[in-house]
Structure formats: C-alpha cells, structure tokens
C-alpha cells in the first residue's frame, strides 16, 4: 500500500497573504487542492493522509468534498512544529499501514511536482526502502557570512537540492524517529526527516527531481504558480478542442 501524507499544519506567515500559503487560492483553487490531486491522479498512490492545522480542518473538509478527493482516509491534527507534524502523522498511521507499506511526505505547499517525480520516487523507495526527489544545483554556490558577505566558494557539483517528496517504508520512517528520540536529536536538528537521516549516519537515495519542484515560501513563489497553472489550463484547453 503508497499512502502520500500531505503536511499542511504550518501558518506560512512568510507569503503575507492573510492565511497559511497551503490555503491561499490560486485561479480560485487553493493550493491544498492541487497538491492534493497530484496524488488523487497517481494510479500507484492508494491513499492520502493530510497533517492539518486545527484551525483549518473544516475548510480542509469543504476542499475534499468540492474537488472529490476521494482517496483522502484521513486528516490528522499538525503540531506546533514542523517536526510534531511529521511525528504526529507518522504515529497516527500506527494501526493503518504494515511495516511493509510505503509512506510518501510532500509538503502541502509544493503543487508544481510532477506525476514523473512521484513515480520516480515511488521507483526507487521500492528498491532502497528510502527515496527522496534531489535536484542538482544550477546556480552557483557561496557561503552565507556574517554581514552580508560571502567568502567561500562552494563546488555545486557536489551538493542537491532536497524536494518533496520523500518516501519510505513504514516501518524504516519508524525507526528513524525512534532512533533520533533515543539519541536526543528531535530538538537540536534542523527539523526534516531527512536531516535526522544525516545525524543518524543513514544513506538518502535520490529520485529524479528538477527545477520547477519548489516549496511555496514567498509571495512570489505565489505568482510563479499562478503562471504555471495558467500554463497549464491553456494547454488543456488546447487539447480539449
């Protein structure tokens, strides 16, 4: 069984849109939406969970009826962190998946993945127990220094960009958690499974990634959504007619 888990506990403060980013709406469709149907349309993925802020399940609720989002089976409340979040929706599937199930996190305001992303994640997880979308660094890279400056240089060759999703046998996600609340790491580390991962001295597997899986994190992450989306529409359009 693939069940995605969608994070969508956070307030997103950073976009100033008046509402956490995941529910702001684009074309008059809230983000949520689309993240979700990225998995609704996946034939491989059986079921989603979503990690809702509280004060948000109810319009959650009305999202799932409007876009028929039928293989939504369960809403889980987020914490007050990232990182309760995750741990609450990884414990709230305890009775609901065999160690053998596949558990894909996607963050509820990354909507422009690709079903290409997902499968491929789905592809590797399959064979290593542990998949994450990696993208290679385009750009290049320096260090971030005190006062603005910038005195190293950083061979981008070297390093990935971490996306969404990340996917893993249930019962591996498990036992990274209790690994890291054994060694004392769920404060001090940086709070994503797959930096506990790196503190545990475990090996990521990468899936494909590329550059369009972004994170929304700002207000113009906002904007070059809309464009994608308006992108997208005219193109089904065009093959509609």
Aim: hydrophobic share 35%; charged share 25%.
């Amino acid at each position: 069984m693939i069940t995605a888990m969608i994070l969508a506990g956070g307030s997103g403060s950073r976009v100033g849109a008046g509402r956490p980013k995941q529910f702001v709406e684009i074309l008059g469709k809230p983000v949520l939406a689309y993240t979700i149907e990225l998995y609704q349309k996946n034939p491989q993925v059986d079921a989603i969970e979503i990690v809702c802020h509280a004060d948000w399940i109810h319009y959650l609720e009305t999202i799932i009826e409007n876009y028929r989002l039928s293989k939504v089976k369960w809403i889980t409340h987020g914490g007050e962190t990232f990182q309760e979040s995750v741990i609450n929706g990884v414990n709230y599937l305890k009775d609901k998946l065999d160690n053998n199930d596949m558990v894909m996190i996607h963050y509820g305001a990354a909507p422009f993945t690709s079903q290409h992303i997902i499968s491929d994640g789905i592809r590797v997880c399959k064979e290593h127990g542990i998949s994450v979308s990696c993208t290679p660094c385009f750009q290049l890279l320096g260090s971030n220094d005190e006062n603005r400056e910038s005195k190293t240089w950083i061979d981008r060759d070297k390093q990935v960009q971490i996306c969404c999703p990340q996917s893993f046998r249930y019962g591996y996600l498990l036992d990274i958690y209790h690994r890291a609340e054994e060694k004392g790491l769920l404060d001090v580390i940086e709070p994503h499974t797959t930096s506990l991962m790196y503190a545990l001295g475990d090996t990521i597997y990468q899936s494909y990634g590329d550059q369009t899986n972004i994170k929304i994190t700002t207000k113009e992450d906002l904007e070059l959504f809309e464009g994608y989306a308006l992108l997208r529409q005219s193109r089904q359009e065009e093959q509609g007619g």
